[in-house]
């Protein structure tokens, strides 16, 4: 039997709380990690993943049952465990004022690696990240993405016992995802290093040895891979929407269908659904009438199906089924009404010599689900501040909502619904605090207030966590709460900056239908994001590059650009495009 560097038997850990009930964050969890191998965790928000890494890491002290790591009980050798790991948090200490090199420096010292080894481990880290560029760069002058790729170099500055990885990845684009599991693997493969991480991003999940689902503190099961892939054997398939129809739409049709479906997703220009023990491939091909393929499945496929059925196990499926989603109809008029809510011509933003927008042309037409997707450091959060009035344009027009930016902005801001990347909202604020005081701002009556604040709560199932401190939710209850928030006064176009970045797969079905909605009652939206799979659920989309625009059209017209046919991956297609035009400089 392989030397055991983790052992968990029976381990509880509970939260107590003035103005809650005791929460359980673990319930009796069982868990082992053998030396040289790579383990992750699934699971929703609060299914208790951080909250088992915090107690490897010696950060947390449980409350019941048996935790060993590297042949030591954590309690009473905390210490002397945390010499021996490395731990990446969600929200990793950099250093804002230091450069990059200067960061890893100090995390060097701290672990005490000698100088001798520096200079190759620093050499190779910053190239593997696409650092090297920035070594001198001050750290809170990076984007979100590569202050992300600077924790990670700096987690590594030495060669731990144990690597801890709680969502890696999250703001963070494929590019780097894929560099990042190549890291990490070469660390297993070379140095035999133990690796244990938490991720919303299943298709990484895929590449681990083993894999432990989580849900509410409990372990639904365990399993490489490709056992917990047999689960979902025979019961996936796509539809392919009709010419003209929205893949969204279609999603949005599945879903509705309970009594056959259990999960649906867009994917390559169809949707890739999950259909309930004793339905077949006849029930589909006579309700909805579409080309109707068999798909293989995949880790994501026995995720939600193992979610599905712990929910309805608990009682916790009605609760889905009962947000009060709008019918969809995939032969009904088209929900985009005429118009145009954005212009934006030879849009340009420098900051001293460097330029992070050149000359980019585009529009958004109302009703539509807009895209705005690149790599780290392309470009898209400064033209997404710019659409949304947070930043002046250096040069160009843009308006939005038929107000001209450059000189009415505060009359623009009126139109707008806004949500960060990152939670911004008052913390110390109950959920229902938060809603009262931005309805406040938004200028609502007290009235009219109080009956919109009562409509987001059902819709964004906030009712349950109206009298609960923001700060202490889980992250996707606070990104309902921002998208309640920034939809309080009914704005026409709804800015969502990465909104599902570190929710789980459940939460973003959910998430999307709500868009769906949006979209079919008329609001705009325009999106970031690095789920490269959330592209097929935008009418159109454009992806750049170090400032510049490298593609824009609809999901099928972007695919169709690199002529690999139709069945490529979105996640496929974004890599593709920002490798070849970076080599040739263009997709001609």
Known sequence: MSELVIEAEKLTMEFASKNNPTVTALDSFDFSLAKGSFTALVGPDGAGKTTFLRLVAGLLTPTDGKLTVLGREIMGHEQEIQDLISYMPQKFGL???????????????????????????????????????????AAGKLSGG??????????????????????????????????????????????????????????????????????????????????????????????????????????????????????????????RFICRAGKDAAYFRQKYGLPLKQETERL????????????????????????????????????????????????????????????????????????????????KTTT??????????????????????????????GNIGYVAQKFSLYGDFTVRENLAFFGGVYGLSHRELEKRIDEVLREFRLTEVEDTAAKMLPGGYKQRLSMAAALLHKPKILFLDEPTSGIDPLARRTFWRQITDLSAGGTTVIITTHFM???????????????????????????????????????????????KTRQTGGLA
């Open 95 to 137: 250093y804002e004022d230091l450069s990059v090199a200067e960061n890893m420096n100090l995390y060097a010292d701290l672990h005490g690696v000698p100088q001798e080894l520096r200079e190759e481990r620093f050499s190779r880290l910053l190239e593997k990240t696409g650092l090297v560029p920035f070594a001198k760069r």
């Open 146 to 271: 590569m202050k992300q790729k600077l924790a990670l170099a700096c987690t590594l500055v030495r060669s731990p016992e144990i690597l801890l990885l709680d969502e890696p990845n999250v703001g963070v684009d494929p590019l780097f995802r894929r560099e990042l599991w190549q890291i990490v693997q070469d660390l297993v493969k070379k140095e035999r290093l133990s690796v244990l991480v938490n991720t919303a991003y299943m298709d990484e999940a895929e590449l681990t040895d083993e894999v432990y689902v989580l849900n509410r503190g409990k372990l639904l099961t365990k399993g490489s891979p490709e056992e917990l892939r047999k689960k979902a054997a025979g019961r996936c398939y796509s539809l392919k929407p009709p010419e003209g129809g929205k893949t969204r739409i279609l999603q949005g049709m599945l879903m509705d269908d309970k009594e056959a479906v259990v999960d649906a997703v867009p994917e390559s220009g169809k949707v």
């Open 300 to 379: 994501e496929d026995a995720f939600m199906l193992l979610l599905h059925e712990d929910m309805e196990k608990r009682g916790e499926e009605k609760a889905d089924q009962d947000l009060g989603f709008k019918p969809l109809s995939l032969s009904g008029p088209a929900a985009t009404a005429i118009g145009t809510d954005i212009v934006v011509k030879n849009l340009l933003r420098k900051f001293g010599d460097f330029t992070a927008v050149n000359k980019t042309s585009f529009e958004v037409h109302r009703g539509e689900v807009f895209g705005l997707l690149g790599p780290n450091g392309a470009g």
């Open 384 to 413: 997404f501040r710019m659409l949304c009035g947070l930043l002046a344009a250096t040069d160009g027009f843009l308006s939005v909502a038929g107000v001209n930016l450059r000189t009415a902005r505060t009359e623009a801001r």
């Open 533 to 579: 799979e959330e592209a097929e659920y935008c009418d159109r989309m454009m992806i750049q590059d170090h400032g510049e625009l490298l593609a824009i059209g609809t999901p099928s017209e972007i695919r169709e650009k690199l002529n690999d046919g139709d069945d490529i991956s979105m996640n496929e297609v974004f890599i593709r495009i920002v490798e």
